[in-house]
């Protein structure tokens, strides 16, 4: 079951074989009526759209200006459309391209078209080159818009596009499996030349419809060297892949997706192999040599940020005040954006200057500025979750999309993001935890772990209800301490708006019944600390019927409810941390009434030691005391636990829900 969810390896020094049935390929515009039928295996009344086939084809083609490959790149997308909801989000398609200037590297051709048919026969719409819209993306890339003409509920948009690279070592990921939508059939073929070498990196949980590997003669001229013997071509599909369906608490889908990703591994010159497998010291390197990473980090090269670091620690009395100041700074007065990357566009000082700037242009600046203090800051490159793992043993430059900084101050360490203004120095998103980092210094470069186990999220929940009053409720106080995450939470969806009632209640898992009055937050806007919330409150318990009088025992709930009520678990169950929460309440007996029944006090263990609910109810001649922990000792879950969660979760739900019952006294 493990494989299933982890990288598989493949290496293509030999050619192989498995099931060696034919490929069907479709050729741009082989539309025929067939596909306006909408009886396919994977579709039902809530499909939006369907892509009926895509595929892809990667080739390496020889030229005359040196030692330098093309490579070619092409893709074909072929999609009807189900539903009207879809004709607008469809319409437009844009392809961002890098190196617009390179000669090299370019966008080669587009096809596209809109058919439909009507009254029996299929009207096709060509786009025309005309058509298309270029646009500058970035400083290293161009966007290209089209729209499609004529598109309409029942339509087919197809548009196939070529493009040419000279970047070996970072070919294409091919996506089997859409975010979005189901596919019918999706092939990817990969063409290499005798002197090169990739391995394959499978990911995702759906087995593979068809692979074929085969030896072949081809015709490859690289300068004044032919080519013609050792070719290999590697063909894969799938066939009705239902779209991604993220399932609740998949931090990582990007490593659930079906889909094929590639590194260079050997290169040969005819005579020797080259091992082109980078380690970690030879990143490091490269990364530090980077005119848009290391060197432009250099203390020489940013002087002109020297007056910014002036003025804002001004008022510091010892580094780590400085090292506060220009945190807060960078948190204060730019609004972050994201795009995945960790290499910057731009200069530092012009960067400093704008108001909006992208996540890996902040915590660089974050370095550049606490050097110029002399503070010892070093960035560290990570991929988060969302964007998936990424191999510590072949690794990649590609599957990083995220920097941060490392700080040393007086002995201490301290890992800092200023993209959250309302994140504390010293701490991290949760998307960062992500497992490996590697720091990248001259000095002191090396490997990190940022683990989500490494997270407890202690909680602690404090009621006392006394006696019922003249309008059968209950008053009392609570005092509720939010673990650092959940405060972050409540801060970024709350403080803009201000702090109601209503959201206090859903944030803390307050009863709707409870009133509150004298709300008080602590350290509500001291990121460093977590939040402490405290409250006078009113609890009414139900009409009281024949002498009985039912009470909840629970004005704050451990857990809202179940998260888990599918039946079937297909990915890992992925938590952010551990939790750890301890509820006590201490219920005053009412005057006039005594005790029938109790709810039973129980422990549970989930998997043994992989969590525990316990719920301790004891009483005396006045008071009821209930005691309540919920433990969740790991953050990983595979499939096969998902029944025991499941009903682990169930169980809570059901016993929180219990309530005293008092009998008059007559």
């Not at 399932?247 to 040969?268: C, G, H, M, R, T």
């Amino acid at each position: 079951m493990l494989k299933s969810f982890s990288i598989t390896i493949v290496s293509l020094f030999f050619a192989s074989v498995m099931n060696c049935q034919d490929l069907t390929e479709r050729k741009f515009g082989d539309v025929n009526s067939n596909d306006f039928v909408n009886n396919f295996p994977i579709i039902n009344s809530d499909t939006k759209a369907v892509i009926l086939y895509s595929s892809g084809k990667i080739s390496f083609v020889g030229n005359s200006y040196g030692f330098h490959l093309l490579i070619k790149i092409q893709k074909h997308i072929r999609i009807r459309i189900l539903q009207k909801s879809e004709v607008d989000k469809l319409s437009k398609l844009s392809f961002i391209y890098i190196n617009p200037g390179n000669s090299k590297d370019n966008l080669d051709s587009i096809k596209a078209a809109t058919y439909n048919y009507v009254n029996g026969n299929i009207e096709k719409t060509q786009i025309n080159k005309a058509d298309l819209y270029t646009q500058k993306n970035s400083l290293l890339s161009e966007k290209i818009s089209f729209a499609f003409p004529n598109l309409r509920e029942g339509s087919i948009i197809e548009y196939e596009t070529e493009y040419y690279t000279t970047n070996i070592s970072n070919l294409p990921e091919w996506h089997f499996q859409d975010l979005t939508y189901p596919c019918l059939q999706s092939n990817f073929q990969l063409t290499t030349p005798p002197f090169i070498n990739y391995l394959v990196i499978r990911r995702g949980v759906d087995s593979l419809e068809q692979f074929t590997s085969f030896n072949h003669n081809d015709s490859l001229i690289i300068y004044d060297r032919m080519y013609k013997e050792g070719f290999t071509t590697y063909k894969w599909s799938m066939k009705n892949i239902t779209s991604f369906e993220n399932e609740q608490y998949v931090a990582k889908p990007n490593d659930y997706i079906d889909k094929l990703s590639f590194v260079v591994y050997q290169i040969s010159n005819g005579e020797d192999i080259i091992n082109t497998k980078k380690d970690w010291s030879s990143i490091t390197n490269l990364l530090l040599k980077s005119k848009r990473f290391g060197v432009v980090l250099n203390k020489e090269a940013n002087s002109n940020l020297y007056k910014t670091s002036e003025r804002v620690c001004k008022n510091a009395d010892n580094s780590l005040e400085c090292a506060k100041a220009i945190y807060q700074y960078l948190q204060n007065n730019f609004k972050v954006y994201s795009d995945n990357d960790i290499f910057l566009a731009e200069e530092l000082y012009d960067i400093n200057k704008r108001k909006e700037v992208t996540e890996e242009e902040i915590n660089l600046l974050l370095i550049a500025l606490l050097r110029q203090k002399d503070i010892n800051a070093e960035p560290v490159i990570l991929s988060t979750k969302k964007f998936g793992n990424h191999s510590t043993q072949y690794p990649n430059i590609e599957e990083f999309n995220y920097v941060i900084c490392k700080v040393e101050l007086n002995g201490e360490k301290y890992y800092l993001d200023a993209t959250d203004p309302k994140l504390g120095f010293g701490k991290l998103p949760l998307k960062c935890f992500n497992g490996h980092a590697r720091i990248i210094s001259d000095k002191d470069s090396g490997d990190v772990y940022f683990l989500p186990d490494s997270i407890v999220e202690k909680k602690s929940i404090f009621v006392s209800l006394k006696k019922m009053n003249a309008v059968d409720s209950f008053s009392g106080y609570t005092e509720i301490n939010l673990g650092y995450y959940e405060s972050l939470k409540f801060r970024q969806k709350n403080l803009l708006k201000g702090v109601s009632i209503f959201d206090t209640k859903n944030e803390m898992l307050l009863e709707n019944n409870v009133k509150l009055e004298q709300m008080h937050y602590d350290s509500l806007t001291n990121f460093d600390y977590p939040i402490k919330f405290t409250a006078d409150l009113s609890f009414p318990v139900n009409e009281i019927e024949n002498n009985i009088l039912y009470v909840n025992c629970n004005a704050v709930s451990l857990v809202e409810k179940n998260p888990f009520i599918a039946q079937k678990r297909k990915f890992p169950i992925e938590f952010d941390f551990k939790t750890d929460v301890l509820s006590t309440t201490k219920i005053e007996i009412p005057d006039g009434f005594k005790i029938d029944e109790l709810p039973a006090s129980v422990r549970v263990k989930l998997n043994e030691a992989d969590g525990l609910f316990e719920y301790i109810v004891s009483s005396d001649n006045e008071n009821i005391s209930i005691r309540a922990k919920l433990k969740i000792n790991k953050t990983i879950f595979l499939p096969e636990d998902y029944d025991s969660i499941r009903d682990f979760y169930a169980f809570i739900i059901k016993k929180q829900s219990e309530q005293i019952v008092f009998k008059k006294i007559k």
